[in-house]
């Protein structure tokens, strides 16, 4: 047993020192151990909070919290071969759905673990519960099975992976020590690498809509935490600074967004979602060896949507998930209408343009409130999900819209009222113009951080 006293641990670092790996580790041991109390992880975490960590500690304290768990055990076969992705989290931000299988398609072993969201939509989980029979929890031999015969699966955080992330994360939520940078890697990367991964790219969101940055600058900052943290670990990375403004693709919502995936499995997405599935992809496999640069792999991502088989590659890993094959093969059919699997509210409200003109922007937020307030998401993780409700918008920023024309339809059960349809109204933002004409798509890609080098970069070509 270590000699460290948690007390005087806490003072050091109220002081304003670092802590060694040794300090952090006993810490964390004795946090899982639950034979420190309450207010001593507080304090600690509090400390943290105003004092920072820098990069070498962000990268014990994950180090800690992935040591309390199992890590999960691949063929020695697969090394170099196994990838993930993760966001920080938007509106309508269905990526990992397309992205997991096109990636399989494509060599890679994706192991995703993803979570439920706490907020105004669902997360990726309550998203693909949307799918009659889609069982989330699989084990980790099952992990592997899906793995070895599918080449991905998108499951849920076990009891085993990362059990100080579970604690510490509760008392962070009731002690205002959330919005730390370090304390927020150390729990995204935690799990994460728990994963045993090679690479990882990073989604790292910014904008009004943003969860954890509203800014380029906030956003930076946080994605070479990110990035630094990844590093120390071992595992390569890119982190992409996207937009976060207005909604991702045309659906906010569970059940809407999986038929969105769908569609752009089959190479019918809106062009916003198709760049990001496909600059996601392409980092990820540059930096897995599997091209010879981001391009390129983001042209092979973008043929496995379009010649069908990352929507084959999707059907068998519902397929391994539990979804029967009927279902499977009905949701997955091109031309086919998911509805007839997935759920969607039975009444509809279609919001119209006031004027004509260019759609100059959709407010994301305003877009997953009034999602919230029909049942999309969750406030606390006991609350129910509606997975049949959400928005289908018939337009994007950029296009031109005459008077009249339908720019939103909301799904719902007969609770959208006159403030829901009040803040979409506002929501919307309509510039007349001379010219009826819509501008191109613009990329939602801000910077990219690899190799800690910033750049510009999008390999999006508007259609």
Same mark, same amino acid.
């Given at each position: 047993?270590?000699?460290?006293?948690?007390?005087?641990?806490?003072?050091? &670092?109220?002081?304003?020192?670092?802590?060694?790996?040794?300090?952090?580790?006993?810490?964390?041991?004795?946090?899982?151990?639950?034979?420190?109390?309450?207010?001593?992880?507080? *304090?600690?975490?509090?400390?943290?909070?105003?004092?920072?960590?820098?990069?070498?500690?962000?990268?014990?304290?994950?180090?800690?919290?992935?040591?309390?768990?199992?890590?999960?055990?691949?063929?020695?076969?697969? &090394?170099?071969?196994?990838?993930?992705?993760?966001?920080?989290?938007?509106?309508?931000?269905?990526?990992?759905?397309?992205?997991? %299988?096109?990636?399989?398609?494509?060599?890679?072993?994706?192991?995703?673990?993803?979570?439920?969201?706490?907020?105004?939509?669902?997360?990726?989980?309550?998203?693909?519960?949307?799918?009659?029979?889609?069982?989330?929890?699989?084990? %980790?031999?099952?992990?592997?099975?899906?793995?070895?015969?599918?080449?991905?699966?998108?499951?849920?955080?076990?009891?085993?992976?990362?059990?100080?992330?579970?604690?510490?994360?509760?008392?962070?939520?009731?002690?205002?020590?959330?919005?730390?940078?370090?304390?927020?890697?150390?729990?995204?990367?935690?799990?994460?690498?728990?994963?045993?991964?090679?690479?990882?790219?990073?989604?790292?969101?910014?904008?009004?809509? @943003?969860?954890?940055?509203?800014?380029?600058?906030?956003?930076?900052?946080?994605?070479?935490?990110?990035?630094?943290?990844?590093?120390?670990?071992?595992?390569?990375?890119?982190?992409?600074?996207?937009?976060?403004?207005?909604?991702?693709?045309?659906?906010?919502?569970?059940?809407?967004?999986?038929?969105?995936?769908?569609?752009?499995?089959?190479? !019918?997405?809106?062009?916003?979602? !198709?760049?990001?599935?496909? @600059?996601?992809?392409?980092?990820?496999?540059?930096?897995?060896?599997?091209?010879?640069?981001?391009?390129?792999?983001?042209? &092979?991502?973008?043929?496995?949507?379009?010649?069908?088989?990352?929507?084959?590659?999707? !059907?068998?890993?519902?397929?391994?998930?539990?979804?029967?094959?009927?279902?499977?093969?009905?949701?997955?059919? %091109?031309?086919?209408?998911?509805?007839?699997?997935?759920?969607?509210?039975? !009444? &509809?409200?279609?919001?119209?343009?006031?004027?004509?003109?260019?759609?100059?922007?959709?407010? *994301?937020?305003?877009?997953?409130?009034?999602?919230?307030?029909?049942?999309?998401?969750?406030?606390?993780?006991?609350?129910?999900?509606?997975?049949?409700?959400?928005?289908?918008?018939?337009?994007?920023?950029?296009?031109?819209?005459?008077?009249?024309?339908?720019?939103?339809?909301?799904?719902?059960?007969?609770?959208?009222?006159?403030?829901?349809?009040?803040?979409?109204?506002? *929501?919307?933002?309509?510039?007349?113009?001379?010219?009826?004409?819509?501008?191109?798509?613009?990329?939602?890609?801000?910077?990219?951080?690899?190799?800690?080098?910033?750049?510009?970069?999008?390999?999006?070509?508007?259609?």
């Amino acid at each position: 047993m270590s000699s460290f006293r948690i007390e005087e641990l806490i003072a050091l &670092k109220r002081d304003g020192f670092d802590l060694t790996a040794e300090q952090i580790k006993h810490f964390v041991e004795r946090v899982v151990a639950k034979d420190i109390g309450d207010s001593q992880i507080g *304090a600690m975490l509090m400390a943290m909070f105003l004092r920072g960590l820098n990069s070498e500690e962000t990268v014990h304290l994950t180090r800690a919290m992935i040591d309390t768990g199992e890590l999960l055990k691949w063929p020695e076969e697969w &090394k170099g071969s196994i990838g993930d992705k993760h966001s920080t989290g938007g509106v309508g931000d269905k990526v990992s759905l397309p992205l997991a %299988p096109a990636l399989a398609v494509c060599g890679v072993k994706v192991p995703m673990i993803s979570g439920r969201g706490l907020g105004h939509t669902g997360g990726t989980l309550d998203k693909l519960e949307s799918i009659p029979g889609y069982r989330f929890g699989l084990s %980790p031999v099952e992990m592997k099975k899906s793995l070895t015969d599918v080449g991905c699966c998108i499951a849920g955080q076990t009891d085993t992976l990362a059990p100080a992330d579970r604690v510490l994360y509760s008392l962070r939520d009731i002690t205002g020590t959330v919005a730390s940078n370090p304390l927020i890697a150390s729990s995204i990367m935690s799990k994460k690498a728990s994963e045993n991964l090679d690479a990882l790219v990073l989604d790292v969101k910014c904008g009004r809509a @943003a969860f954890t940055a509203k800014t380029p600058e906030l956003a930076r900052i946080f994605a070479v935490t990110l990035y630094k943290t990844c590093a120390g670990l071992g595992i390569k990375c890119a982190a992409l600074i996207t937009n976060m403004d207005h909604p991702i693709g045309l659906t906010v919502g569970n059940s809407v967004e999986v038929a969105e995936s769908v569609r752009c499995l089959n190479g !019918q997405g809106p062009e916003d979602l !198709q760049e990001l599935v496909c @600059a996601q992809g392409g980092h990820l496999l540059k930096a897995l060896n599997k091209v010879d640069s981001a391009e390129e792999g983001f042209n &092979k991502i973008k043929t496995s949507l379009h010649n069908g088989t990352a929507l084959r590659k999707f !059907q068998e890993m519902l397929s391994a998930h539990g979804v029967s094959p009927d279902t499977a093969n009905a949701l997955c059919t %091109p031309g086919a209408d998911p509805y007839v699997v997935l759920p969607l509210a039975p !009444q &509809k409200t279609e919001l119209r343009a006031n004027k004509p003109g260019i759609v100059r922007d959709i407010n *994301a937020m305003a877009c997953a409130s009034v999602c919230g307030r029909l049942g999309a998401g969750r406030q606390k993780s006991t609350d129910a999900v509606d997975h049949s409700v959400g928005l289908i918008l018939h337009v994007r920023v950029g296009q031109y819209v005459h008077k009249g024309d339908v720019w939103v339809c909301v799904h719902h059960k007969g609770n959208l009222d006159k403030e829901g349809i009040e803040c979409l109204e506002k *929501a919307i933002m309509i510039v007349e113009s001379e010219k009826t004409e819509s501008l191109p798509v613009e990329s939602r890609i801000i910077e990219v951080i690899d190799s800690l080098s910033v750049r510009k970069s999008s390999l999006f070509t508007s259609q």
